[in-house]
């Protein structure tokens, strides 16, 4: 069974622009949740989608969004970057559902704004 | 809120030691704990999880006990490996809404170095 895979793998953008990420979960898979790694705040989550609806949301400004379409791929999308949002970007995928919710991590897509 | 907290590194051992990550939580309700590894350039890998009190999770010679009496979920292992080099993540289940788990909060990571 194929893993979590994003796309793409390194990104390099200027501040003011705005970058868009993917993400394919393992089939069968629902919820796709996206985190924020930087060496500073750690890991931090931003939102999970669950059906193509987002289901949570974390503390992040609303530059920070995303979507999932019915094959259950998600993408994130990050507006009028800033120098700040340098970091490594990990979308994890899970049944959501059940006791046993296990997420399952992609390799992340590392985003470098100059 | 929910919030973990591990024990800062880098920790450097040498093979063969016995390991002892640290991780408490502060949680209402009854998450669900894990702990994580990235090794350098990947992503997280889980690497063992316990979803109620007094559970023991163990994968590849770790262990770890969920700890309700004392909000800890300590990772252990008897005799660690150059192989086991890496950051690890201890997280805690954030429950959303409508029941679900798809916030999981970590703590900062601890970095091992495990020198031949």
């Known amino acids: 069974k194929a893993g979590v895979t994003q796309t793409p793998r390194y990104l390099i953008k200027t501040r003011g622009q705005q970058v868009t990420l993917s993400c394919s979960p393992i089939?069968?898979?629902?919820?796709v949740s996206w985190y924020q790694q930087t060496p500073g705040q750690g890991l931090q989550f931003l939102f999970e989608y669950f059906s193509e609806t987002q289901r949570n949301k974390g503390n992040f400004p609303g530059r920070f969004s995303g979507r999932q379409f019915s094959n259950s791929r998600s993408e994130m999308n990050v507006s009028t970057l800033e120098l700040g949002d340098s970091a490594l970007y990990l979308c994890?995928?899970?049944?959501?559902?059940?006791?046993?919710?296990?997420?399952?991590f992609g390799a992340g897509t590392r985003l470098s704004v100059l | 809120g929910n919030s973990v907290t591990q024990m800062e590194g880098p920790v450097t051992l040498s093979e063969e030691a016995f390991l002892t990550i640290n991780c408490t939580y502060t949680?209402?309700?009854?998450?669900?704990l894990f702990w994580y590894v990235q090794y350098p350039g990947e992503g997280l890998q889980l690497l063992l999880k316990?979803?109620?009190?007094?559970d023991k999770g163990s994968n590849k010679g770790f262990e770890a006990t969920y700890r309700k009496e004392t909000t800890s979920f300590h990772l252990e292992k008897g005799s660690v490996q150059v192989s086991d080099s890496a950051v690890y993540f201890c997280a805690l289940s954030d429950e959303g809404y409508g029941g679900s788990q798809g916030n999981l909060i970590f703590g900062k990571g601890t970095k091992l170095s495990v020198k031949p």
């Open positions: 994890a995928s899970s049944t959501g559902t059940g006791l046993e919710y296990i997420q399952y």
């Open positions: 089939s069968g898979h629902r919820s």
């Open positions: 316990a979803t109620k009190a007094d």
């Open positions: 949680a209402t309700g009854y998450p669900s």
